[in-house]
């Protein structure tokens, strides 16, 4: 009667929504598409059921301050949350050390999560978890390499004067 039990239990979804730039949000990323996604996801799932959205608009994924990501974990630590879904892991997180760290905290307290456009990120098995570890590394990477790009813009007009 247990197993029956619990195959039957639906999983509290949170549905995770980033966007950090107009840019992004021009290419498919944007805050509605994210959101539309997530919940046709859960809706295609009988054992899920929606629990909240969080969303982060404006805001780096190299950043572990985001004020929607901290009242996830917070509600994940109160037993609140199964399963967060998000698009893609770069909305999820862009720095390694974060993501190690956070999902420690997931491992904890028993959620998990995933990736819906990329779902051949499996961290139930090593090697999916060092696949996603490399991925992460790979993330941060393209973030920065962002940055120093756009910095190097402005330092090849710098000695001239001109804008």
């Known amino acids: 009667m247990k197993r029956a039990e619990e195959s039957e239990k639906l999983l509290r979804v949170a549905v995770y929504i980033r966007v950090s730039s107009d840019e992004q949000a021009e290419r498919g990323d944007s805050i509605r ?81 995933t990736a819906i456009d990329q779902p051949f990120f499996d961290t139930s098995t090593p090697y999916g978890r060092a696949f996603v570890a490399q991925s992460m590394t790979w993330a941060e990477l393209e973030a920065q390499n962002g940055i120093f790009v756009w910095l190097m813009s402005f330092v090849q007009r710098s000695p001239t004067g001109k804008s």
Do not use: C, P
């Not at 996604?37 to 994924?61: A, F, P």
């Not at 990501?69 to 949350?81: A, I, P």
């Not at 770069?90 to 974060?98: I, K, M, V």
């Open 33 to 113: 598409d994210q959101k539309e996604r997530g919940i046709k996801y859960i809706e295609e799932h009988k054992n899920m059921v929606l629990q909240d959205i969080y969303l982060d608009d404006g805001v780096s994924g190299q950043k572990i301050d985001r004020d929607d990501f901290t009242r996830l974990m917070n509600h994940v630590k109160e037993g609140l949350v199964d399963l967060i879904i998000f698009t893609k892991l770069d909305r999820w997180f862009r720095s390694l050390r974060h993501y190690l760290n956070t999902q420690a905290v997931l491992e904890k307290y028993h959620a998990a999560w």
